[in-house]
């Protein structure tokens, strides 16, 4: 297999939709932008590269995808550029293993989520256990947010969600060849 195969997708050379930077409500907004200018029929190709972001942004984006196909009918693929780390993984498993391509010398990085937070307890002692009992309902809840997210990135390919679990916590880069032979992506250009 070579390490490339651009000439087999010709679409994918100039995507309708090319985001790069933090995923964050500017990507968002430039997504929505470019997705409205897109042409209206035929596949849409979408490009990114980024160092990560906003997890929920990449969801809301990746939703606007799901949505499209689901409702039209209409093809949507997904170009990885150089870099599609932390929350570019999240918005790439919105995008089915098979409709998933990354330019050659690329890396995926998947984590888990991050939390800051400072619990700060003040006041009656009847009142702080719903502080922290709502705390705790965030953590799992976002626990389980995560959770779906990675089995949408692994549906489909060679890695099971157990591995991914194991892995995630110790950020997990992916070069572009080893993404394609566990089945992560469809092909490399």
């Known amino acids: 297999m070579t390490d490339h195969n651009a000439p087999n997708y010709p679409l994918?050379?100039?995507?309708?939709?090319?985001?790069h930077g933090t995923v964050n409500e500017m990507m968002y907004a430039t997504f929505k932008d470019q997705l409205l200018a897109a042409p209206g029929g035929g596949p849409i190709v979408v490009s990114i590269t980024t160092l990560g972001g906003d997890p929920e942004m990449a969801r809301a984006m990746g939703d606007s995808i799901r949505l499209l196909r689901e409702y039209t009918g209409r093809e949507a693929l997904f170009l990885g550029k150089v870099a599609v780390y932390s929350a570019g993984a999240?918005?790439?498993s919105a995008f089915p293993v098979d409709k998933r391509f990354l330019t050659r010398n690329s890396r995926i990085m998947i984590h888990e989520r991050i939390m800051n937070s400072t619990v700060q307890l003040s006041g009656p002692l009847n009142t702080l256990a719903p502080v922290l009992k709502a705390k705790l309902n965030e953590i799992e809840d976002s626990i389980r947010i995560q959770e779906e997210g990675f089995?949408?990135?692994v549906r489909g390919s060679k890695v099971t969600l157990d591995e991914l679990k194991r892995r995630a916590p110790d950020n997990w880069y992916i070069e572009a060849a080893e993404a394609r032979e566990l089945g992560l992506v469809l092909d490399i250009i």
């Open 90 to 92: 999240t918005f790439m």
């Open 12 to 19: 994918l050379a100039a995507p309708h939709i090319q985001l």
């Open 151 to 153: 089995a949408d990135l």
